[in-house]
């Protein structure tokens, strides 16, 4: 029996993927709180997440991403949840997500062409719980035990929850590449992604070369895909070349404008041309990616772009 996932990259060839949640909500005017980020939104605004994963869908995204990323217990805990608490707001961000997939999928003018569009619950690195930005360079100095209990309740809440996917994003470092792989590894049901986080075409921010995180992924059966995320645009294509060959699963990219987070005076730094990026998009696709998408300041109009340039109507 073959899964949706499966099902979506046997019909069209590729999934693509959403775009920057969090960027996406301050272009629509919010200021998001640097210790939760776009998880501040579901304490605020969810109607303004919903909205958002709206745009996505109809750019033509066949997988949403929740606003889990940087929801965390120990975040939340700083605003007075505890964990039931919290716990209530990561399904929160599942059930907005799949709200805006139902609603997507009732309306009458959707393409007939597309097929139903998945919900991935975003994991993301201890790094964006620091807000430091640490997570482009994995220098936590904690255990791994720090790591595991860190992850652990999150990841078992989100792999039991209604979403399609569970998937580890911008994970920078080897340390917690194996933390997540052994969560993955001892969670009954767990299917879903990891991406990296990488500073070059060939190593994790923590400076780990690319392979080496690949083939530790290679025995943990939950694993629908594997790849990078969050990482300059001009790195992708190097990176496909390394990890396809030492991979049976997916590779699956969705690098970040171009541009640089200046994590100190919290702006982005640099400029970035959407017509070279979706150019881009198109040869990572024709090098080997099978899903592709979008980081930070990739909207719906890119998204919308490279689905166009992708899967020709």
């Known amino acids: 029996m073959t899964s949706p996932f499966q099902d979506i990259l046997e019909c069209q060839g590729v999934l693509i993927l959403d775009g920057g949640l969090a960027t996406s909500l301050e272009k629509r005017g919010h200021s998001l709180d640097a210790y ?11 109607e303004e997440i919903s909205a958002v994963h709206h745009a996505f869908l109809r750019a033509g995204a066949d997988c949403i991403t929740t606003a889990s990323y940087q929801a965390s217990y120990k975040g939340f805990s700083r605003f007075g949840f505890d964990e039931a608490g919290t716990d209530e707001l990561l399904i929160r961000s599942v059930t907005l997500a799949l709200d805006a997939v ?4 009732s309306d009458v003018a959707r393409p007939s062409s597309r097929i139903r569009p ?4 975003s994991i993301g690195p201890y790094g964006a719980y620091l807000a430091d930005g640490s997570e482009y360079d994995g220098r936590y100095g904690i255990a791994d035990q720090d790591l595991i209990d860190f992850h ?6 989100l792999v039991a929850s209604e979403a399609d996917l569970v998937v580890c994003e911008t994970i920078p470092s080897m340390d917690e590449t194996r933390v997540l792989l052994d969560l993955f590894d001892a969670t009954p049901n767990a299917r879903g992604w990891i991406s990296f986080s990488c500073r070059d075409g060939g190593h ?6 690319i392979e080496a995180v690949v083939d530790l992924c290679e025995h943990i059966e ?12 001009q790195f992708v294509n190097e990176l496909i070349t390394r990890i396809q060959p030492r991979t049976e699963r997916a590779v699956i990219v969705y690098p970040n404008s171009g541009e ?8 982005w730094a640099g400029t970035n041309s959407e017509e070279s990026w979706v150019e881009m998009a198109e040869m990572w696709y024709r090098a080997g990616a099978r899903g592709v998408g979008g980081c930070c300041r990739i909207g719906p109009e890119v998204i919308n772009q490279v689905r166009s340039q992708i899967i020709p109507i």
């Open 118 to 121: 998945l919900v991935a619950a």
């Open 36 to 46: 939760l980020w776009s998880a501040k939104m579901l304490i605020d605004s969810p």
């Open 204 to 209: 994790l921010s923590d400076g780990s070369p």
């Open 152 to 157: 652990k309740r999150r990841f078992g809440l």
């Open 222 to 233: 939950g694993l629908v895909g594997v790849g990078v995320n969050c990482t300059a645009p």
């Open 260 to 267: 640089s987070w200046d994590a100190k005076n919290k702006k």
């Open 102 to 105: 139902n609603d997507f999928w």
